[in-house]
C-alpha cells in the first residue's frame, strides 16, 4: 500500500515535518509502531538535475529540417541544446535536463553528445517525457513567471514523500490513508479531521429512481446507493490527478478517478454504473449460477461458480461483489447520469470468489481483510460530493441503504495486572485507558479487575481478546519505552528432560550429505494442485490459499527437486553436475484423514563431480545414486537394508524399492521423459527419496569399531556378459559370497549393451578389491579367488566373461 505524506497531513491538521530528522523520527515512529514500511520514494529526486531555462535563441539545425538550434539560459550558465519539439520558441520558459538527469520516462540518462554534428548539452523535456500528463506533442511551456535557474522539483512543488507499507492479513483498516493517519495521529497526540460533507440534494428521492434488493444476506450485509444525474465526463483536475499518481495510479476520468480516490482515502471500495444501463431501474445482490459466463471490466470472460456473489440488474449480471464491475454497465464518454454503489460484503465470500476466478482488485483486497461497515455510507456521500463538485450533476435526495441486520456492539476487556506482566512495564488503569483512546477504542465500565472497550468497527475483526488489547497498548506504547530487564530467574528443578535426539539425527543426515558434495535446497511446501497432477498422488487443496499458484499442499519432494534442477540447468548451463537434497513434510490424505510425514531427497544430475580413471569425464548414472544411498545408510549404521528392483515398467523400469526389517523405507528413482518433460529437462535425473520418520526410529548410534588392514590391497577387473534381467545386487552376492571377508569393495565401472553380445544379453566391467588381515596377498592366492568367483558367477547367474 503506497501513501503519500502530503495527502496524509489533509487529516492531521498542524502536522508538520521541517527537517529530515523529523522524517527520520516519524519513519522510526511508524516501524515501531507496526507500519512496516517497504521503501520510501521522495517525489523530488525524480526530478534530480532538472531546472527551470528560458530560451533565448532558436535558429534551424544546418543539417536536419525538424530539429533547432537553442541557447537556453538555466541561470549559471547557457546550454546549447538540439530540440526536435516543433512548438519550442525564443522566450519560452521551460523545463531543461541536464548532463546527469534521468529521464523518468524512459530511464534514460542525459549526457553530452552531438546530434547530426551539432553539440547538445541538455534536453528541453516534454510533459510525457516527466511523467506529467500523456502529451507529447511537444515540449512544456512553463508560465512567464517561472524563475530561471530554480529546480523543477520546486517550481512543481514535487516535495512529497511516498512510503510503501507492507499490511498484514490483520489490518485491513490500514488500507487507506485515513487509516494510517489514525495511526500516526495517535503517535503525535493529534486527531484526525475528517472531511466534511456537503451535498446539495435535488428533490427526486433516490427510491424513486432505483430499487435494491438483497437476495444473499449472508453474503451481502450492506449495499448502498445514490444516483447523479446530468454529470460531464473528462478529465479530473490537477489536484485529483497528483493524488493519484503520487501512489502509482494511472488517472482515466473524473468519475472513475474520484472513486479510486475516495477508496485509498477511506479504504471502502465504491463502483459507479452507468445508470441508464441499469436494465430496469433495479440493483439485485444475488449468486451467481454455476458455469455461467460474465465479462469483466478487463474485457475478459469469467466463468462463474455458485458461490460467486453477483451485483446484479433487471434482466442480468453487471458486477462481481466486491472485486470487479462489469463491461456492460462501465463508465464512457457518453455517460450522463450515474449510479454510485457502496456496500459491505462478506470477507471469507469475497476472498473465496477472488480466488476461484483468479481476479485480485484493489476492491477485493479490502473486502478479504474486511471494511468499516460504518464507512460505507461516509464514503458514498463524500464521493458524491466530489462528483458534484467536479463533474456537476444533481444529485439524488437521500442514500438508499439496504442494511438488513445491523452489526452488534463489539467489547472486549483487559486487565491492568496482565497487562502490565505480559509487556513487562508497570502500566496503570489510567494510563491504559488514555493509551487505547488514541486509536479510538474508548473506554465503557469497569466491572471487578476488567476494563472493558467499545471496539471501532474498522477493528471488529482484529481485536477480539484480552490478548489483542495488550498487544494494542504495548504498540501505542512504544516498544521502545519499555525498559530492558536482564534480572530473571529460572527454577529447573522441575523441568522435564528434554530430548534433543531428532536434532541430533538430522544433524548427522545433514552433514553426511554435505560432506558428499551435497547442496541443500529448500522449496515452497504450497505448490499449485494443476503443476503436481503429474505424480498420482491426490493433492490436498486449501479452501482458502493466499494465491492461485500456492492452492495445495506438496504430496512429495520430487516436485521441489525437479523444479530445482532445471532452474539451475537454466541458469548454470547444461555442462555441470548437480548434487542437491532437501528435508522436509509431505502432506497426504490416508483412511479419511490428512497426514504429514518427514522425507528425505537426494538427486543427482549432469557431470560426474570427478573425472574416472576410465573414459574421463561422464554424467551420473543409477549406480552413482545406488551408491550413494548405501553409503547415506550405512552412515545410519543400517546394514541390513535390500533394495527390491521392479519390473512394473513404471518409471521406464527403473525403480528400485529400499527395505529394512519388512519395512520400505525408500525408493530410488531414475525420472522417466514424462517427468523431465513436465519440467523441460534434457539430462538424466537420479533421485533417491526417504521416509525419514521410519529411520530416524532405526538409527543406531553406536558403532563397532572394525580394525584397518595392515597389508596391502590387491586390485583385478573382470568384465562378465549376462542376460539383461539379472540384477545388480544378484552379480554382487554372488561374488560376495565365493570369497568373503576378502574382499573388500566391488566397484561398477562400466555398463555395455551391443546387439554383438547377444540377444537380451549386457556386459559389466567391475574393478575388486582384495584384502586380507592376516597376510599380503600372492598372486597364486588372488587367482584362486578370481576362478573360484567367475564359476559362481556361471552357475548362479549364467554369466561368462567378455572376450
Known amino acids: 500500500m503506497k501513501i503519500s505524506l502530503n495527502w496524509l497531513k489533509e487529516y492531521i491538521p498542524g502536522l508538520e515535518f521541517d527537517s529530515e530528522k523529523s522524517l527520520e523520527l516519524l519513519q522510526k515512529k511508524m516501524i515501531t509502531t507496526g507500519l512496516d514500511i517497504e521503501s520510501i520514494e521522495k517525489e523530488g529526486e525524480i526530478y534530480k538535475n532538472f531546472f527551470v531555462g528560458e530560451v533565448i535563441e532558436k535558429k534551424k539545425h544546418p543539417d536536419a529540417d525538424k530539429l533547432s538550434l537553442c541557447k537556453v539560459n538555466i541561470g549559471e550558465k547557457i546550454l546549447d541544446i538540439v530540440c526536435g519539439a516543433p512548438n519550442v520558441d525564443t522566450g519560452q520558459k521551460v523545463c531543461v535536463a541536464v548532463t546527469g538527469a534521468v529521464i523518468p520516462n524512459g530511464g534514460f540518462a542525459i549526457k553530452k553528445s552531438k546530434i547530426r554534428g551539432e553539440t547538445s548539452e541538455g534536453m528541453i523535456c516534454s510533459e510525457s517525457e516527466l511523467n506529467l500528463s500523456g502529451n507529447h506533442d511537444g515540449i512544456l511551456v512553463l508560465d512567464k513567471e517561472a524563475l530561471i535557474g530554480q529546480?523543477?522539483?520546486?517550481?512543481?512543488?514535487?516535495?512529497?514523500?511516498?512510503?510503501?507499507?507492507?499490511?498484514?492479513?490483520?489490518?485491513?483498516?490500514?488500507?487507506?490513508?485515513?487509516?494510517?493517519?489514525?495511526?500516526?495521529?495517535?503517535?503525535?497526540?493529534?486527531?484526525?479531521?475528517?472531511?466534511?460533507?456537503?451535498?446539495?440534494?435535488?428533490?427526486?428521492?433516490?427510491?424513486?429512481?432505483?430499487?435494491?434488493?438483497?437476495?444473499?444476506?449472508?453474503?451481502?450485509?450492506?449495499?448502498?446507493?445514490?444516483?447523479?444525474?446530468?454529470?460531464?465526463?473528462?478529465?479530473?483536475?490537477?489536484?485529483?490527478?497528483?493524488?493519484?499518481?503520487?501512489?502509482?495510479?494511472?488517472?482515466?476520468?473524473?468519475?472513475?478517478?474520484?472513486?479510486?480516490?475516495?477508496?485509498?482515502?477511506?479504504?471502502?471500495?465504491?463502483?459507479?454504473?452507468?445508470?441508464?444501463?441499469?436494465?430496469?431501474?433495479?440493483?439485485?445482490v444475488k449468486s451467481a449460477k454455476e458455469g455461467d459466463k460474465f465479462i469483466t471490466l478487463d474485457s475478459k470472460e469469467r466463468i462463474l461458480n455458485s458461490e460467486s456473489l453477483m451485483v446484479c440488474d433487471a434482466e442480468g449480471y453487471s458486477g462481481i461483489a466486491g472485486i470487479m464491475g462489469g463491461e456492460l454497465s462501465e463508465i464512457t464518454d457518453e455517460t450522463k447520469n450515474v449510479f454510485l454503489e457502496s456496500a459491505y460484503f462478506d470477507p471469507v465470500s469475497v476472498r473465496k470468489n477472488s480466488k476461484k476466478l483468479g481476479l485480485q482488485t484493489d476492491a477485493s483486497q479490502r473486502f478479504e481483510r474486511g471494511v468499516d461497515i460504518n464507512m460505507v455510507e461516509y464514503a458514498s456521500k463524500r464521493a458524491a460530493q466530489l462528483i458534484q463538485e467536479i463533474a456537476g450533476g444533481e444529485v439524488s435526495k437521500d442514500l438508499y441503504d439496504v442494511y438488513p441486520e445491523k452489526f452488534g456492539e463489539q467489547i472486549a476487556g483487559i486487565r491492568a495486572s496482565k497487562a502490565s506482566s505480559l509487556i513487562g512495564t508497570e502500566l496503570s488503569e489510567e494510563k491504559i485507558i488514555s493509551l487505547l483512546s488514541k486509536i479510538e477504542i474508548n473506554f465503557t465500565e469497569k466491572?471487578?479487575?476488567?476494563?472493558?472497550?467499545?471496539?471501532?468497527?474498522?477493528?471488529?475483526?482484529?481485536?477480539?481478546?484480552?490478548?489483542?488489547?495488550?498487544?494494542?497498548?504495548?504498540?501505542?506504547?512504544?516498544?521502545?519505552?519499555?525498559?530492558?530487564?536482564?534480572?530473571?530467574?529460572?527454577?529447573?528443578?522441575?523441568?522435564?528432560?528434554?530430548?534433543?535426539?531428532?536434532?541430533?539425527?538430522?544433524?548427522?543426515i545433514n552433514e553426511h550429505l554435505i560432506g558428499r558434495g551435497f547442496n541443500q535446497i529448500i522449496s515452497e511446501t504450497l505448490i499449485d494442485d494443476k503443476k503436481i497432477s503429474i505424480f498420482k498422488e491426490k493433492a490436498i487443496r486449501l479452501q482458502n490459499s493466499i494465491s492461485a499458484e500456492m492452492n495445495a499442499l506438496r504430496t512429495n519432494l520430487t516436485f521441489g527437486m525437479m523444479s530445482a534442477v532445471r532452474n539451475n540447468f537454466n541458469n548454470s548451463g547444461k555442462n555441470i553436475s548437480l548434487k542437491l537434497f532437501e528435508t522436509g513434510r509431505i502432506f497426504f490424505e490416508a483412511d479419511n484423514r490428512f497426514r504429514e510425514e518427514n522425507r528425505l531427497i537426494f538427486a543427482l544430475a549432469g557431470k560426474k563431480d570427478m573425472e574416472m580413471i576410465y573414459g574421463g569425464e561422464k554424467d551420473f548414472d543409477i549406480f552413482d545414486i545406488k551408491g550413494e544411498a548405501e553409503m547415506f545408510l550405512s552412515k545410519l549404521n543400517l546394514e541390513n537394508y535390500r533394495l527390491i528392483y521392479y519390473n512394473d515398467k513404471v518409471f521406464e523400469g527403473v525403480r528400485i524399492g529400499v527395505g529394512l526389517n519388512d519395512d520400505v523405507i525408500g525408493n530410488i528413482y531414475k525420472a522417466d521423459s514424462t517427468l523431465k518433460k513436465a519440467f523441460d529437462i534434457d539430462y538424466d535425473v537420479y533421485y533417491a527419496e526417504f521416509y525419514l520418520d521410519k529411520i530416524i526410529d532405526k538409527i543406531k548410534f553406536t558403532s563397532q569399531y572394525k580394525p584397518v588392514s595392515k597389508f596391502p590391497p590387491v586390485r583385478r577387473d573382470i568384465a562378465i556378459v549376462v542376460d539383461k534381467n539379472v540384477t545388480y545386487d544378484d552379480l554382487r552376492n554372488s561374488m560376495q559370497k565365493s570369497c568373503g571377508q576378502v574382499l573388500r569393495e566391488i566397484e561398477l565401472f562400466d555398463l555395455y549393451e551391443d546387439e554383438k553380445l547377444g540377444e537380451n544379453k549386457k556386459s559389466l566391467a567391475f574393478s575388486l578389491e582384495f584384502v586380507s588381515d592376516e597376510k599380503t596377498m600372492t598372486d597364486e592366492e588372488t587367482k584362486k579367488i578370481m576362478d573360484r568367483i567367475i564359476k559362481n558367477l556361471e552357475k548362479n547367474t549364467g554369466a561368462r566373461l567378455r572376450d
Open 151 to 284: 529546480s523543477f522539483a520546486d517550481h512543481i512543488n514535487a516535495n512529497d514523500i511516498v512510503y510503501e507499507i507492507g499490511i498484514t492479513p490483520n489490518r485491513g483498516d490500514l488500507f487507506s490513508h485515513i487509516g494510517v493517519a489514525r495511526e500516526i495521529s495517535a503517535l503525535y497526540d493529534k486527531e484526525i479531521i475528517l472531511p466534511e460533507i456537503n451535498i446539495t440534494e435535488s428533490d427526486t428521492p433516490t427510491s424513486s429512481l432505483i430499487k435494491i434488493n438483497i437476495e444473499n444476506k449472508n453474503h451481502c450485509k450492506r449495499f448502498t446507493g445514490r444516483v447523479i444525474k446530468n454529470v460531464n465526463i473528462k478529465e479530473s483536475p490537477d489536484w485529483l490527478k497528483k493524488r493519484l499518481k503520487s501512489i502509482g495510479l494511472k488517472p482515466r476520468n473524473n468519475i472513475v478517478d474520484i472513486t479510486n480516490f475516495v477508496m485509498f482515502e477511506t479504504g471502502q471500495p465504491l463502483h459507479a454504473f452507468d445508470y441508464d444501463k441499469i436494465r430496469g431501474n433495479e440493483i439485485i
Open 447 to 508: 466491572s471487578g479487575d476488567h476494563l472493558y472497550f467499545r471496539i471501532p468497527e474498522f477493528r471488529r475483526l482484529d481485536i477480539t481478546r484480552e490478548a489483542d488489547l495488550i498487544e494494542e497498548v504495548a504498540r501505542i506504547y512504544g516498544y521502545d519505552n519499555i525498559e530492558e530487564s536482564t534480572n530473571f530467574n529460572i527454577n529447573v528443578s522441575n523441568s522435564a528432560k528434554i530430548s534433543n535426539s531428532r536434532n541430533k539425527e538430522m544433524k548427522l
